[in-house]
């Protein structure tokens, strides 16, 4: 009996321990749907604020759409209106004259002038279309918001699964770092091994805007990003930055220390993108003035058939398929300037412009220059540069294709 009551006694213990920690464990359970159920309502009050500021963006880029559309087509409309009337008028004053008997001196006569007349009105001016590209850049910059976003939304979901921002968690992170730099590398085969890379600053993607009070008056510019020669000159007010001789544009953008990365598309025509000194003389002789041609600035050049790299007036051919769209790297440590093809996933390396401490230079022109001069570029503030060689050349300086940053970061 006394063991039945101990036993008795044991089990009444653990009932009463059991009836604590199944009302804890409710409390816990209630505790934990009170917090999921709240963050939910955060999130989908987030989710309600986010859809309401792409909504507002989505209506203010459709209206500047619709206002540039408006815009456009009453000049166009206007100057298609008065080219049909002139049409018509010059065709009824030749038909009236036509019609003219050979006998009648005095009608002739009249009907001469009224087509003389006619054809001397002044002409109606051209629609300048200065703005032409103004509202299809619209394409371009709701891209990149959209990029912007999905790479926000793929970091933040690795930071909630306790990953880098890169996808990888902290101990491939450091793996990586320590010397697997070779497993993600896939798609960037031709991407150069840096020496130095854990002393590097890390690079930004660099936004760049047109600086219009730098272009050539045969250049004409849509918005901040694009760029095209004409045949026609544009009436840019004077401007002591102004390229006068060559048809270059710079980037407002100053660069002095650190790496920045940025990309270009090359839409059409001969193009050369680089970067050239701040106090670089816009005045310059063409010969002396165009990328690459004297020691304060250096490109990279598309001629139609080949890239060549410019620099102190010495080239380089390069053998490599076209790119439409060219990424520049510029490194102020390493005093190093690496343009690449990019394409899908790939970044191809067509040229780097850095010193060089091998023999090489002793019997190659463009190395042996870039040996003795390229580091004093460096010594300046730089601007990116871009000169349009052959009418209609047209270039756009596009959103990045793929991260290429994070990926410059881990090398």
Known sequence: QAQQAKFLSDV??????????????KKMVELIKGAATKEKERVEKLFAEASEVLATFQKEVTGFIEAGERSMLGEAE??????????????????????VASTDTIYFLQEFQALKVAMEENLSAAPSFQNELNFTKCTQVVGAVKDVLSTACKNQWNHLQGKGIDGLNYQEMEEGLLGQRDQ???????????????????????????????????????????????????????????????EQVLGLNLMNRGNYYWEVELIDGWVSIGVIAEDFDPREAYNRGRLGRNDRSCCLQWN??????????????????????IGVFLEYSEKALTFYG?????????????????????????????????????????????????????????PLK??????????
Request: hydrophobic content about 35%; overall charge positive; proline content about 7%.
């Open 12 to 25: 009444e213990n653990e009932l009463e321990e059991l009836a604590v920690t199944i009302a804890q464990a």
């Open 342 to 398: 990019v394409k899908d996933s790939k970044m191809t390396c067509l040229q780097q412009l850095k010193v060089s401490p091998s023999t090489k230079g002793k019997s190659d022109p463009f190395q042996n220059k870039i040996n003795h001069h390229f580091g004093s570029l460096f010594s300046c503030k730089l601007k990116p540069a871009f000169f349009l060689e052959s009418v209609d050349a047209h270039l756009q300086i596009g």
């Open 184 to 246: 993600s590398r896939e798609g960037w085969e031709d991407f150069p091994p840096h020496p130095h890379f854990s002393s590097l600053p890390h690079p930004v993607a660099f936004i760049i805007d047109l600086d219009s009070d730098t272009a050539d008056k045969f250049i004409q510019l849509f918005g901040t990003k694009g760029a095209k020669r004409v045949l026609c000159p544009i009436p840019y007010p004077e401007s002591p930055t102004r390229f006068i001789n060559c």
């Open 402 to 411: 793929k991260d290429c940053v994070s990926v410059l970061k881990r090398r």
């Open 78 to 99: 206007a100057d298609l209106r008065w080219k049909e009337e002139r049409r018509a008028k010059l065709a009824q004053c030749k038909q009236n004259l036509e019609n």
């Open 304 to 325: 139609g058939q080949n890239y060549v790299a410019w620099f102190g007036g010495f080239e380089s051919v390069i053998q490599q398929p076209f790119f439409q769209t």
